[in-house]
């Protein structure tokens, strides 16, 4: 067998002849002012996902100068190159309707250019879930950190963090408790470094889940952004990648079932991010391996929320990062981890894990014996109205509402929400159910974070502060509330989410994973009959909108394209 390439003789653009494909490699690359010496050295890729609509992503700059640091002390040449960034605030008309674009982009650069390892910088939401689902594909050794949680901010001595307290201060100016001035007074301080959401939100809980699966060096998880401990984590990671490079382990080596099933016992233990789910399965998918929904339920059967956090707790990530991190959860959940698990240290879980020193003293994570909550964060639902799943996050959500049934109250799209939520005339009362149909990955399309649907502006001026609500889009990390996410099939494709009518009767039964549309099978055989798919939009039927359409999976598989997904070899994770 052939040794592989390496350095700048790895991945030669196509001319027809090698060496002359090299000498005019050599004779480009030279212009960027390198020398023989450089260029004969391990080649260390450095993904630049900076942006300046991406307040998360401020700092990436000097991270990357930091791996720089790390590449160069280590023998390597250090080399970045742009990606694609994705910031949930400033993505139209979702950022996960762009995820998909962000890892193709990942996967073919790292394939592309003559690169031995990759450091791969994320942070904001979709950027991490993308970036390893583009290394998954790619397979080249690759080492991930990330940008690191903001600190908290302060109102009238009240500590703030993005985006929890947006929306429970929003709430609040909804229902007229707080004025005009206030809100803005408080909207300049729910971000005041740069940074992802303090929160258990998407951004954190997919750092401390990758970092669970070994993607990451142990501790970078929580690491603020402006300490310069992060700096730190950054050379280190910029080291760390030259002995990858030199070890040739690569991602298949590390994100194995075992580390899979881990991430997915730490998302369940931490209390995180629904959207996880969806990013877990994709990557999950990309190696071939398939989330059963069902399994993963009956795991969050046994492992409780550990993490007192925002939104279901009351601390913010500082507050984890001073209680040692992920390790300090990892200690707890050590009977229920895959512990021979290797990670990029070269290393395993546990051994990772003997290495670090626990905290004297800390209040955040809570001892498997006396959880947050007793279960796992998410649950999930089965019924006819989600035969192919959908979820809620349970440990955010009021346990009264946990046994619901109530009456319909019927949205049919994202425009028909805005236009009637907060009309005085709508027929709703606080026992009612919303439904918002058409807010899938194709109904959208992307599956906003529209699942967080507001309480009628009349109900919350009469206090009422959560309602039952359901729909086939997704919802913040950082949001709360008894909100039933990711309602597969979804509506735009003729799931049984739009055959709900106004006035149907829905059940919610938590405890039993129920979600049920109390309507008999002869009338919704009838309204199948009746039901049209929403007419295409002119701008469905070209480029990647058209690609989006074409070929985006179900929540249950990731929302991923299908033509990316490797195939299924084994079903995860394995209960008994």
Known sequence: MSTPKRGMRRNLTAYGDEEFSLFLRRAFIKAMGYTDDALERPIIGITNTYSGFNACHRTVPELIEAVKRGVMLAGGLPVEFPTITLHESFAYPTSMYLRNLMAIDAE?????????????????????????????SANVPAILMVTGPMLTGNHKGERLGACTDCRR???????????????NEVNSKLCPTAGTCMVMGTASTMALCAEAMGMMLPGGAAIPA?????????????????????????????????????????LLAVGGSTNAIVHLTAIAGRLGLAVDLDSFDRMGRETPVLVDLKP????????????????TILRELKPLLHGKALTVTGKTLEQNLAEVRAPEKQEVVKPLRDPVFKEGGIAVLRGNLA??????????????????TGRAVVFESLDDLADRIDDPQLDVNADDVLVLKNAGPKGAPG???????????????????????????????????????????????????????????IRL???????ELLVDEAELTLRRKQW?????????????????????????????????????????????
């Not at 201060?169 to 809100?183: G, K, T």
């Not at 990671?237 to 990858?244: E, F, P, S, Y």
């Not at 192919?388 to 046994?403: C, P, R």
């Open 169 to 183: 201060f929003w709430a609040r100016y909804r229902a007229s408790e707080i004025d005009d001035h206030e809100i």
């Open 447 to 505: 599956m906003p974070e529209a699942g967080y649907i507001p309480i009628p502006r009349k109900l919350a001026q009469q206090g009422v502060k959560d309602m039952v609500r359901i729909s086939d889009a997704r919802m913040s990390g950082t949001a709360f509330g008894s909100i039933v996410l990711h309602v597969a099939p979804e509506s735009a494709i003729g799931g049984p989410l739009a055959l709900v009518r106004n006035g149907d009767r």
């Open 509 to 515: 039964d938590v405890p039993h994973r129920r979600l």
């Open 312 to 327: 279901t707790g009351q601390h913010y990530m500082e507050d984890l990062y001073n209680a040692g991190g992920l390790a």
């Open 532 to 576: 049209r798919a929403p007419a295409a939009g002119a701008e469905d039927n070209r480029g990647y909108r058209k690609l989006f359409f074409d070929t985006v999976q179900q929540a249950d598989r990731g929302c991923d394209f299908d033509f990316l997904a490797a195939k299924v070899t084994m079903r995860i994770p394995r209960m008994p």
């Open 108 to 136: 073919e650069m790292i394939r592309a250019q003559p690169i031995d390892s990759v450091v791969l910088i994320g942070g904001c939401d979709k950027t991490v879930p993308a970036l390893l689902m583009g290394a998954a």
């Open 387 to 404: 035969p192919d799943g959908a979820i809620i996050k349970q440990s955010a959500a009021s346990e009264k509402l946990m046994s619901h």
């Open 226 to 266: 402006v300490f310069a401990e992060r700096m730190r984590n950054a050379e280190a990671t910029g080291a760390r990648a030259v002995a990858l490079a030199k070890e040739r382990l690569t991602p298949d080596r590390i994100m194995t079932p075992e580390a899979i099933e881990n991430a997915l016992r730490v």
